[in-house]
Nanobody, 118 residues
Framework: QVQLVESGGGLVQAGGSLRLSCAAS????????MGWYRQAPGKQRELVAT???????IYADSVKGRFTISRDNAKNTLYLQMNSLKPEDTAVYYC????????????WGQGTQVTVSS
């Protein structure tokens, strides 16, 4: 059974920084693309950033230049460094990964709350 467990969320003032982590565990053969998504109250879940197994990245326009996605393939762990945080970054952040366990399937973490105060 595969699990994705996020950590690192919390309360921070505007302009501050947080680093999110997402650790994948279980009977994993390999991990393809991974990504971070977020969902604010009353809004749809949206893409924040993605990273391929070869470490190519894509960012939402709203976070470009402020957030950095990275991964440690040896540790099956995904990171999101968030700098210059704004109140509009407040949301539940979810980790997503396409994991090969026999076949490729999409997995989600349970989410971690990020709250940015003004």
């Amino acid at each position: 059974q595969v699990q994705l467990v996020e950590s690192g969320g919390g309360l921070v003032q505007a302009g501050g920084s947080l680093r999110l982590s997402c650790a994948a565990s279980g009977s994993i053969f390999s991990i393809n693309a991974m990504g971070w998504y977020r969902q604010a109250p009353g809004k749809q879940r949206e893409l924040v950033a993605t990273i391929t197994s070869g470490k190519s990245t894509i960012y939402a326009d709203s976070v470009k230049g402020r957030f950095t996605i990275s991964r440690d393939n040896a540790k099956n762990t995904l990171y999101l460094q968030m700098n210059s945080l704004k109140p509009e970054d407040t949301a539940v952040y979810y980790c997503n990964a396409y994991i090969v366990v026999g076949v490729v399937d999409a997995y989600w973490g349970q989410g971690t709350q990020v709250t940015v105060s003004s």
